[in-house]
């Protein structure tokens, strides 16, 4: 526990502080075989035997694909100001090239002009993790060639919806999809090679650029606004001199965090990045011009939070520790610099096993202006998983309620410190299939009735109702 905190009720946001919540498209759509969607590299993975807790898939998920009108008016009875959803590639462009699936773009198409009926801001990720399956086959994100596909898929998804989007995200937590799924193989596609894995966090940052230039291109509304998002982890020492854990500390910031922000928002890659992966790969891949495309001006930087990390240098005297907070998997997250030991923290813990620490939150927000003082910032997912259980006809979460009072203290603070901080959305929504833990972790300020599909708000979600109508921490 810090000397502060960060329970404190009262705490006034600007009025123009933007509150709503978040969602990604395979976890709640479900129907992932109508209307021409093609099938995603999440479907071939979550049905591959030992892959996610359970079995479970997100064939069904939510049916938000059927009940999109009851889930949009239970935001408008929420009263929340924006809505965070990702656009399924593979419902718009079945094998990942080639000419729009126009049923696929009428479903997005009638997401936003409800939302927009409603007085809900739509905020559209083109890509959360869901890759049409044709592309991996022809190579994935370690081929460059996606990154070309992601800009055409981009132009269409921004032809048709950006008369009416408010803000577009090219990326989410690029960081995943290149690591765990070509890394650690523990998300989609299950690949297991470091190099694989440098090579797409390349082609996913190429594919961020080229998509804003491809969405700038056609976009029509002339206030849209910009951005991408990205995971970010928060450091601690792992052994009682800090100097000890000073070099597992800058391999993992250089991995994990200025593998993005630096060629996105510096147009570089750091020294210490490639000199740390040399034995991995040459980074050749890297082509003349790409950095230049790369670092394209956005009007925020999406930030996602969950918790902190410890790390330190293994010694090699005990077996390596690796508490990363992510499932277990047979590669590694951390090419180039897999003697970095993951210590297990302090709780008090989420039941993902994350640690609960808003002051994290505060410091991310508080680094980030001061790295890059002209990129303005909102916080795009935030949120935990508890154990809910429906009692008589309510869900009483004082658990997540009391996360989410402390982490919007957090970033209250990081405002009142400088931050240009222009919003927060809660994650999530819904209840949904949570990648490899399938529907075993419950993130939602709504809960789901797996079996009926029924939706109850939580008192969480009362909670936030309550934030957004006062703009005041209840």
């Not at 696929?104 to 890759?131: K, M, N």
């Not at 000890?244 to 020294?271: E, H, V, W």
């Not at 990648?435 to 993130?443: A, I, N, P, T």
């Amino acid at each position: 526990m810090t000397a502060y905190d960060y329970r404190e009720s009262g705490l006034v946001f600007p009025p123009s502080f933007l509150i709503g919540s978040a969602t990604a498209s395979y976890q709640i759509e479900g129907a992932t075989q109508e209307d021409g969607r093609g099938p995603s590299i999440w479907d071939t993975f979550s049905r591959t035997p030992g892959k996610v807790v359970n079995g479970d898939t997100g064939d069904i998920a939510d049916d938000h694909y059927h009940r999109m009108d009851e889930d949009l008016d239970l935001m408008k009875r929420l009263g929340l100001e924006a809505y965070r959803f990702s656009i399924a590639w593979p419902r718009v462009q079945p094998t990942g090239s080639g000419a729009a699936n126009e049923k696929g773009l009428a479903f997005y198409s009638r997401l936003v002009d409800g939302l927009l009926e409603r007085g809900i801001r739509p905020i559209a990720t083109l890509y959360h993790w869901d890759l049409p399956q044709g592309l991996e086959d022809a190579g994935g994100w370690p081929a460059r060639d996606t990154a070309n596909r992601f800009a055409d898929y981009a132009a269409i998804a921004g032809a048709a919806l950006g008369d009416r989007v408010h803000t577009w995200t090219t990326l989410n937590e690029p960081w995943c999809s290149a690591y765990l799924g070509y890394g650690s193989g523990g998300h989609a596609p299950g690949r297991t090679n470091g190099a694989h894995a440098l090579a797409a966090v390349h082609h996913l940052n190429l594919a961020h650029g080229l998509g804003l230039q491809a969405l700038r291109s056609v976009v029509a509304k002339d206030d849209a606004e910009y951005s991408v998002t990205l995971n970010f982890h928060v450091l601690r020492p792992g052994t009682e001199d800090p100097a000890g854990s000073a070099d597992a500390m800058r391999r993992i910031d250089a991995l994990a965090n200025r593998a993005f922000t630096s060629p996105m928002l510096k147009g570089q890659y750091d020294y210490d990045l490639l000199a740390d992966t040399a034995g991995v790969t040459d980074w050749q891949f890297v082509q003349s011009g790409d950095l230049d495309v790369i670092k394209q001006p956005i009007d925020f930087l999406g930030v996602n939070y969950y918790s902190t990390a410890t790390v330190r240098t293994w010694d090699g005297a005990a077996p390596r520790q690796s508490a990363d907070g992510h499932k277990p998997s047979s590669g590694t997250a951390w090419p180039g610099s897999e003697q970095v030991e993951f210590l297990q923290q302090e709780g008090p813990y989420t039941a993902m096993g994350w640690n609960i620490a808003p002051e994290g939150l505060e410091e991310l927000l508080v680094h980030l202006s001061t790295e890059f003082p002209s990129t303005p910032l909102v916080i795009t997912e935030n949120g935990a998983a508890f154990d809910d259980e429906v009692v008589d006809g309510a869900v009483h979460d004082p658990k997540r309620v009391d996360y989410l009072s402390r982490h919007f203290v957090a970033a209250h603070r990081a405002i009142a410190r400088g931050v240009d901080l222009r919003g927060y959305m809660v994650w999530s929504l819904l209840d949904n299939f949570e990648w490899g833990y399938g529907f075993s972790k419950r993130f939602g300020i709504v809960h789901v009735d797996y079996d009926t599909l029924v939706r109850t708000p939580k008192d969480s979600a009362h909670w936030v109702t309550t934030l957004v109508r006062e703009k005041r921490i209840p």
